[in-house]
């Protein structure tokens, strides 16, 4: 990225509307329903002002933390997300690498258009997020294959057991185009691509293949099926998150899949603090939807949280300028993080972990 260089990740998404073509902006931009859960998402982490700290005598911040035990840049990881070679033809090889640039985790999605060897062949950390599948055959192999190919972590996502309705793409009679596949699957996967009015393909492709009986008996299992760290993705009630950590998690993600499943879940960050308290250190507790630069960042830390994720911006990023545009995203991030914690007073993250929060109720958008 060069020429205009965008200054905040605003800018990258302004750009990646016209990058791509409307029926794939509205697969990422989309939720379920009438996204109302994916509306109030960046509004509700935005109404959490972060009250500064004064005459501290900071005048750099260090980011760097750790997440799952290892070091990271920033307390930050890319979320799974599925089929990124709808919006560049490198896909998850280019977010990954970008990730691997900035020091922060590539989280692989089950619905992968690159393969696992290629991704965890780019040297970086990368953490492989479980769809549990109808066929437990293929779903312990994929376990496995992570594993063996050098993943650091499994994330298993239990808040889709079916996918949300999400109208976008059902009016687009969505399919995936011919080159874009969920290729570790090593399955046929027609039914995503072909189009049948008043439908979404990849929804029909989804509903044939995952298992939508997922229980606490198949966490259970999967910690017995691996030793690497579990961390469950999608919890936003504090008893869900104590049975996770009962049953052997490592981290909890608190996630409404960016507005994309129930829509008429809380935004996420209202569900932080509960089950913070709740667990009470027990687990590393990330959170995600709605993250859209350095200062949420700050607010989620300053909550309590471990770290974030890192959603649709990565998707901009890679639609604006494939890897380059992640790294700008990710870059923007972690300048703006580090900017904010200095102006907050915080020298470390330890220290913006002790910053009070308070509740804005209405808050003006400028620019
Ligand atoms: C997702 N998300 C997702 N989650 C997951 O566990 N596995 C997946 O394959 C996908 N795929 C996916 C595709 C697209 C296009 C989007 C936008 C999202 C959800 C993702 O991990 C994360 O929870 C949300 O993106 C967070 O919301 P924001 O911050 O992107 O709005």
Redesign the pocket.
Known sequence: MTASQPVCVGDVRRLAETAVPPEVWD??EGGSGAELTLAS?TPALESVAVVPRVLTGVSTSDTSGTLLGRPVAMPVAV????YQRLLHPDGELAAARAAQDAGVPFIL???SSCRIEEVTATGGTTWF?L?WLRDEELTSELVRRAERHGCSAIVL?VDAPILGHRLRDVRNGFTLPPGVRAVNLDAPDDEAHVPISGTSAVATHVAAIFCAELSWRHLARLREWTTLPLVV?GILDPRDARHAVDTGADAIVV?N??G?QLDAAPPSVVALGPVIEEVGGACEVLL????RGGTDVLRAIALGASGV?V??PV?WGLAAAGEAGVRRVLSLIHAELSEAMTLAGCADLAATGELRTAEVRSCARHG
């Open positions: 697969f990422v998402n979320a799974p997300m599925a999605s089950t619905l997020q769809y996502t993705k996630s899949h960016g994309r995600d939807s709605g993250v994720l959603g649709r998707l």
